[in-house]
């Protein structure tokens, strides 16, 4: 087979590769997704070792800590779910949330309208956010309104695309000056390579010194979106992220690694243990 004809027949593959994500996904369900993540035993605040203090612990740190800063916050593949934003909303005066699919969009838009209709009750997150700042718990409602009033857009976003938003025109010039992304490149990537890819494309929609905070899952093979919606992951280790983010140019500035416990594999996703990168691109 000559090499152009080889090419061709790799582009087709891969083409097919990513359609087969794209219906996988045509079955997301965001309140099952927010059901089986984000409400007990995994979104246990009252347990010393739950992953959600973890989670939230490493994002504020991350945000507070002096080097982020600037103007405008990404969140890429944001799904159903604002905790990830929560304490980025207070270092940023513009906040893009972006999603592939509308009906996760529209659960967003669902919460900042504030009509209250939205699937999940987030002020135990918001509480806890308010606390690591040193608030009172009773704050979270001024929180909420912080975080309403510096969302600017909800914006599709495709990770597979070479430049991921239609609209990147809202976007300053030389590009966001923060990334945050939770449990979305492994998520949509067939593959390693597929994964790689979509880390470097994100990366275009970050200027200079700006920064990338990255969770995800390790060791997980599939998740379910839905009732019997079976998503593939491609499963990552520790030294995979950090090739990665080398081959893309990032300098890694924090790696954490918090391995679930057993009562917390409830059959939903295989995960075995989530990781929190914070990463600069030079
Ligand atoms: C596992 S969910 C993560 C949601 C949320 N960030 C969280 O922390 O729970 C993966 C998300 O990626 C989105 N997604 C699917 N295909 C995508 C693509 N090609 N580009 C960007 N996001 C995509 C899905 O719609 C879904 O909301
Ligand atoms: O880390 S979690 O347990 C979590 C949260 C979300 C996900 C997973 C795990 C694993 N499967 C992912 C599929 F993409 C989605 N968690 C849920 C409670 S709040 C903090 C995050």
């Given at each position: 087979m000559d090499r152009d004809v080889k090419k061709e027949k790799e582009g087709n593959e891969r083409e097919k590769d990513i359609e087969a994500m794209v219906a996988c996904y045509q079955g997301f369900d965001p309140v099952a997704y927010l059901q089986y993540n984000y409400t007990p035993p995994r979104a246990d605040f009252d347990r010393p070792?739950?992953?959600v203090p973890w989670k939230l612990g490493c994002l504020h740190r991350a945000f507070t800590e002096g080097d982020v800063g600037g103007k405008v916050l990404v969140d890429v593949g944001s799904g159903p779910?604002?905790?990830?934003v929560l304490s980025g909303c207070e270092?940023?005066?513009t906040l893009f949330l972006t999603d592939f699919l509308e009906v996760n969009r529209q659960e967003l838009r669902?919460?900042?309208?504030g009509e209250g209709c939205s699937s999940l009750d987030w002020?135990?997150?918001l509480q806890h956010v308010c606390k690591l700042e040193g608030r009172s718990p009773s704050a979270w409602s001024e929180k909420a309104a912080r975080l309403r009033s510096v969302?600017?857009?909800i914006l599709p976003i495709d990770v597979h695309r070479s430049s991921p938003l239609q609209s990147s025109a809202k976007l300053p010039g030389a590009g966001a000056d923060c990334l945050v992304s939770c449990f979305c490149l492994e998520s949509v990537s067939p593959d390693l390579t597929f994964f790689n890819r979509a880390l470097g494309h994100?990366?275009?929609l970050l200027r200079p010194g700006g920064h990338l905070l990255?969770?995800?899952?390790l060791g997980e093979s599939y998740y379910m979106g839905g009732r019997g919606v079976r998503i593939p992951v491609v499963p990552l280790d520790e030294a995979q992220v950090c090739a990665s983010l080398k081959a893309c140019g990032y300098t890694l500035v924090r790696l954490e690694v918090y391995t679930l416990p057993q009562d917390m594999r409830v059959g939903v996703d295989d995960v075995t243990g989530v990781f929190f990168v914070k990463a600069r691109k030079p």
């Open positions: 070792d739950s992953i779910t604002i905790y990830q270092v940023f005066d669902r919460w900042l309208g002020t135990p997150y969302v600017s857009d994100i990366g275009g990255l969770i995800g899952a």
